[in-house]
């Protein structure tokens, strides 16, 4: 079943997401989708639902300041170059977006639950606390049908399209990530109903990742388009590419913090500019190759133990007697 | 040697890091608490074991400075690169011994607001900050927890505006009652000094006072009628050697200043 499903960003956008679409966004801290959201906000869909455990450098930020988003369900978000997400404020203040907060081991578990095709998970915390004040369409108190006591209960969420950045993909959709289990993207991914969207720094033959599927985060089967995209989640961090662009996230977040600025930055980084590529090819002309060098990151930090997964034929017993001995009866 | 020239928030991480024990699994949130964890893996604490919400468990000290929870640098010859499930599953599992987290207000009781200032429940009058992150968890699952927040009287207040990470509620025995597996907030390090909390009242009094602070000045920047302890003492300043370390942690300042 070798279909390629490597495609444009464009494509992938306005094949697979649909205004009013629950969106996995991926990522955390590093490896955020920046690429896909700069395309989001270009092909201005609508009325998305996102939902993620905690999300930094104003990915979400500038989402929602592009008019895309009528609900987050999270635990965190974050331009923390500049301590706020600016558009997210706004927006709530306005009532144009609603926020659904959880604690972040309870959003990792709604997305759990809904990568077991479970509709719920008991969890320790978020009780006593606002969110469950507050966020009753995530959490509840629910009685343990065992011992009787009392523990908070958290909805699953299943995104109908998950959008994540990768180190590595094949043409058939098999992503490799290395350097942490993708934080929650394997379970935010694997839930989601339709599939995923994922741009990568480098596409690879499918050979390669099935040479070591233990670093296989998501498999090609839930897989709706590869992007080939590198620096496709800067300005955060790509583990073993590039650091975080602390520079840029300040800068962006300097435009995020005022409501007449923003349009601004997207005129110029997001509609101005036709493609990742596009935005990159900028960012040297604005910053300097230079800018761009200093991301590069320490590399030599490599396995030092070559794994072997090996198999062992069973047709070597053929032929073979049973073992036995006077104990066994016949 | 102490020394004479420091900085207000390299104080803070020292004083902060000695309230971490040897052997102990620390959690520590985004920010200060993640160069604190490795002064403290540097100086007293070697085999202190390093968890973080991006997955990361780590016995040593990262190779370079870490500026996020999922930082590269966190799983460069780290011991285990898990995801955020498997690292804060040992919480729920209640294998952490210290939850390391800041905040934007706290009251008497510990409880910390991490979400916002306003009525949420209006939501023109509610300024977001960022929201729980694990902060939430590590509170409820922790052993301990230990926080880091700047003093100031909008921080240090009679009711947090919204509770996103709980401390002792409103009172003995309130944690107990939800079944928190957790035993609560044990020390406050603000950039004035330090606060513990009253086994019986379960409220929060000040221990210490920094160098150049005093009882008085410390009550002006809090809103709540803070409890002074009888034996309240002025912290011990850094020592050279300490400051050389910790600027060796983060030798371009950008957690330091």
């Known amino acids: ?330 | 040697m102490h020394a004479t020239n420091y900085k207000l928030t390299e104080l803070m991480v020292v004083r902060c890091a000695k309230e971490i024990n040897d052997n102990e699994v620390v959690f520590a949130g985004v920010g200060l608490p993640l160069v604190v964890v490795s002064f403290a893996m540097a100086t007293h604490a070697p085999n202190m074991i390093l968890f973080t919400e991006g997955g990361s468990i780590r016995a040593t000290a990262p190779p370079g400075l870490a500026i996020t929870v999922d930082d590269p640098a966190l799983f460069c010859n780290g011991d285990a690169t898990f995801g955020m499930l498997s690292t804060m599953a040992a919480l729920q599992r209640g294998e952490v011994d210290v939850g390391f987290i800041g905040g934007a207000q706290i009251d008497k009781y510990g409880n910390i607001n991490s979400t916002g200032v306003g009525d949420w429940s209006k939501p023109e009058t509610f300024t977001y900050f960022a929201g729980s992150g694990g902060a939430n968890d590590m509170a409820t699952c922790s052993k301990r927890v230990l926080a880091i927040m700047p003093q100031d009287p909008k921080k240090f207040v009679e009711k947090v505006d919204y509770l996103t990470t709980p401390g002792f509620l409103d009172g003995p025995g309130a944690r107990q009652r939800l079944g928190m597996i957790g035993g609560g907030p044990t020390v406050v390090v603000s950039t004035m000094g330090v606060y513990r909390f009253d086994e019986k009242t379960c409220e929060m009094y000040l221990a210490e006072y920094y160098p150049g602070q005093s009882v008085e000045k410390v009550k002006a920047n809090c809103s709540f009628d803070l409890t002074v302890s009888p034996d309240v003492t002025e912290t011990t300043p850094p020592t050279e050697e300490e400051i050389t370390i910790l600027r060796n942690i983060d030798p371009t300042g950008f957690y330091l200043g």
């Open chain 1, 1 to 330: 079943m070798a279909v390629s499903k490597l495609m444009t960003l464009k494509e992938a956008v306005s094949k697979f997401i649909k205004d009013g679409d629950t969106i996995y966004y991926g990522g955390f801290q590093i490896m955020v989708p920046m690429a896909i959201t700069h395309e989001i906000i270009r092909q201005k869909k609508r009325d998305l639902t996102t939902v993620e455990s905690s999300t930094d450098v104003g990915g979400l930020d500038l989402l929602v300041g592009g008019g895309c988003v009528k609900e987050i369900h999270s635990a965190w978000i974050m331009n923390w170059y500049v301590k706020a997400v600016y558009a997210v404020r706004r927006a709530f203040q306005a009532k144009t977006t609603k926020r659904y907060d959880v604690s972040n081991f309870g959003a990792t578990s709604a997305l759990m639950a809904g990568f077991l095709g479970v509709p719920f998970l008991p969890v320790h915390g978020n009780i006593g606390a606002d969110m469950l004040k507050y966020n009753p369409t995530d959490l509840t108190v629910i009685k343990d049908p065992f011992s009787g006591k009392e523990i908070t209960a958290v909805r699953a969420w299943r995104a109908d399209v998950a959008i994540i950045h990768a180190q590595v993909a094949d043409k058939l959709g098999n992503v490799m990530s290395w350097g942490t289990r993708g934080v929650t993207d394997e379970f935010g991914a694997m839930g989601a109903k339709r599939g995923v969207i994922v741009t990568a720094e480098e596409i690879v033959e499918p050979e390669v990742i099935r040479a070591d599927p233990d670093r296989t985060v998501v498999p090609y089967f839930k897989t709706l388009a590869v992007v080939h995209c590198p620096w496709g989640a800067h300005p955060s961090a790509c583990r073993g590419y590039y650091g975080l662009d602390i520079r840029f996230s300040q800068y962006q977040g300097k435009y995020e913090r005022d409501p007449e600025l923003l349009p601004k930055f997207m005129d110029e980084w997001v509609f101005g500019c036709e493609d990742h590529a596009a935005f990159i090819k900028k960012y040297v002309q604005k910053f300097g190759q230079e800018s761009l060098d200093r991301l590069k990151p320490k590399l030599g930090y490599k396995p030092k133990f070559q794994v072997d997964y090996g198999f062992h034929d069973p047709g070597v017993w053929k032929g073979v007697p049973q073992f036995t001995d006077e104990y066994i009866k016949a």
